[in-house]
């Protein structure tokens, strides 16, 4: 443990020499109109002023055919009072700006076709210069040319750009409204089959099928099957990120339908079925609004997938579809105790944080393997990017936008984790008749997590991996409600789920009366075929009346969980049943919401 926070403590350090943004104002000469580029440079050589009418025009010496390595390649005269453009490569940095400033340059621009890093250098060298050094990428490097004439000016500033952007907020909003719908969810759709199984509805046992409860083999899988495919991004990213854009394309649009259908289904029209038919997926005769929704959810997802580099716009579709992905994924994927979900998070939560602050040093470029696959590689050929976040463009008007990527992220990661800790917190809520107070403080502490992640990435200014805020708090926050009522046995194995649901017993006054049947001289028939003789045989009328006042039919359980059946006595008897009418609620209220 010691070895790893070394570690960690050696990465902060190390990160310590970076650069700044900042921008370049090119115009004509005598031109107060201009453009802005993006360029990365080091303070330590010389401070750039924040505002650009602070800022210095000067004329460009575009020498980007040499790299300004040696005295041969400065032209006759120098650079008096002017910031040479020269290629990157051959030397240091450090060579290169010592040159121009023995010639007279008040500046220096170097064009690099890679990832824009600082211009670094040792403690000696920041004190010999006092002019600026910056890199300016090449594709910027072709625009001036394209845009500007011969007599080009620059101005080099370094605008304060704000510490958090509002769209933050509306990432805070999206994160904790999922956590909290798929929790809620999740857990009422459990608790309405476990009612529902009282009445032995086949469709209800069915429908089981689909809920997946994770077990520690599997999830030992699922991580390996993670750094397994974090690491072949990394290396393969252009020969897998297609197959990962139609496989988001594909789980989304299953998500979507899956969330439409509670609403499109209380619709009173489209309730017809198709003619029946050979074809695959249609032979069960689905009702036309069924596939309707199902043309529709595929439709917004091709839609996404076509224009999915649109960025004004299509960050919306994939913020819809992926939050409706995670709803679907935390109802379908179930963790029966808090020993799964601490193990699940637990794991995770290292898998992140190595992968974040452990693998910068061993990586030949310094930067993480999370950061660079989620982000995309500088040197990918298809400028392709993953879908697997929820993304908002940056709100605050901020030159440096044109710099740093333009959109917020937040990986789908960072809310299906803790989502499946509410998830199981409100389930237990529920049978255990707290009040959904574990729910509530796990999406407390979901909440407060982010807010922490946030505050890091401003303090910090570089990515943040979420689960290191999170898993804490959203553990703890359920760990300290168990210990406070008390029931830190029954979380932690799920216990609770186990038997039935407790409820209150039914205090029945009953006159006694004559006996209707002598169930020694007439017993009842014994066998499964018996049993469904005595199911299928309707009551009389009368029989049946009384039957159904108390909630009870032969053969059958209640609601409540206690077996119903025919009296041996007859009489006039006088129940409270308190918890018969919560049982309809509940029913009713579930049937509402799912």
């Known amino acids: 443990m010691k070895a790893l926070l070394n570690l960690v403590w050696a990465y902060f350090l190390l990160k310590q020499v970076v650069g700044e943004y900042g921008m370049a104002h090119f115009s004509d000469k005598g031109q107060g109109k201009g453009k802005d580029y993006c360029i990365f440079f080091n303070s330590q050589w010389a401070r750039l002023p924040r505002d650009l009418n602070k800022a210095s025009r000067l004329e460009i010496y575009d020498l980007t055919p040499s790299v300004l390595c040696f005295p041969s390649d400065v032209p006759e005269g120098g650079f008096p009072n002017r910031i040479p453009m020269v290629m990157r490569g051959n030397c240091t940095f450090y060579e290169k700006v010592r040159l121009a400033q023995l010639n007279g340059a008040k500046g220096l621009l170097i064009v690099s076709k890679d990832r824009l890093t600082p211009p670094a250098g040792n403690k000696s060298q920041y004190e010999e210069i006092d002019i600026p050094v910056a890199l300016l990428s090449y594709t910027d490097m072709l625009d001036i040319r394209k845009m500007f004439g011969q007599g080009r000016e620059v101005a080099m500033y370094a605008p304060k750009e704000p510490v958090l952007d509002y769209n933050m907020v509306i990432i805070f909003l999206m994160a904790v409204g999922t956590v909290a719908i798929g929790g809620y969810w999740a857990g009422s759709k459990d608790i309405k089959k476990r009612y529902l199984k009282h009445k032995r509805d086949d469709s209800v046992e069915k429908q089981d099928e689909e809920t997946v409860d994770v077990t520690p083999i599997m999830i030992s899988v699922f991580v ?291 006996p209707t049947e002598d169930p020694l001289t007439n017993p009842e028939p014994q066998g499964p075929d018996a049993t469904n003789q005595s199911e299928d045989t309707p009551l009389p009328e009368k029989e049946a009346s009384k039957s159904d006042a108390l909630g009870v039919k032969k053969g059958k359980k209640r609601t409540d969980g206690r077996e119903g059946g025919h009296s041996a006595y007859s009489g006039s008897s006088t129940c409270q049943t308190p918890w018969g009418q919560q049982d309809q609620l509940w029913l009713g209220v579930l049937d509402d919401a799912l």
């Open 224 to 514: 390996v099957m993670c750094c397994s495919m974090l690491v072949l991004l990394y290396f393969f990213y252009d020969h897998l990120v297609y197959m990962i854009i139609g496989i988001f394309c594909l789980a989304s649009s299953v998500g979507l339908y899956s969330c439409l259908w509670p609403f499109v289904r209380r619709l009173p029209f489209g309730k017809c079925r198709i003619p029946e038919n050979n074809l695959p997926y249609c032979h069960k005769r689905p009702q036309v609004r069924m596939l309707l929704l199902s043309a529709f959810c595929i439709g917004v997802s091709v839609t996404w997938g076509v224009f999915r580099n649109e960025d004004q716009w299509a960050w919306v579709l994939q913020d819809a579809l992926g939050i409706a992905f995670c709803l679907y994924m935390l109802k379908t994927i179930r963790l029966p105790t808090f020993k799964a979900c601490t193990m699940l998070l637990v794991t995770l939560f290292v898998y992140d944080v190595f992968f974040v602050f452990i693998t910068p040093l061993f990586t030949k470029s310094g930067h993480s393997i999370m950061v660079e696959v989620a982000a995309g590689p500088s040197d990918s050929s298809t400028h392709e990017k993953l879908p697997m976040v929820l993304k908002v463009p940056r709100l605050n008007s901020s030159p440096l936008a044109l710099c740093d990527r333009p959109f917020s992220l937040l990986g789908f990661g960072d809310i299906l984790v803790p989502g499946l800790l509410i998830a199981y917190c409100h389930r237990f809520d529920i049978l255990m008749q707290s009040s959904r107070f574990y729910f509530l403080a796990c999406t407390i502490g979901y909440g407060v997590g982010l807010l922490i992640t946030f505050v890091a990435l401003a303090l910090m200014q570089m990515g943040q991996p979420a689960l290191l805020y999170l898993v804490p708090c959203t553990l703890l926050s359920s760990l300290a409600v168990a210990l406070w009522r008390k029931e830190l046995p029954l979380f932690w194995t799920g216990s609770g789920f186990v038997p039935p649901i407790v409820l209150q017993p039914i205090n029945c006054m009953q006159t006694p009366g004559p």
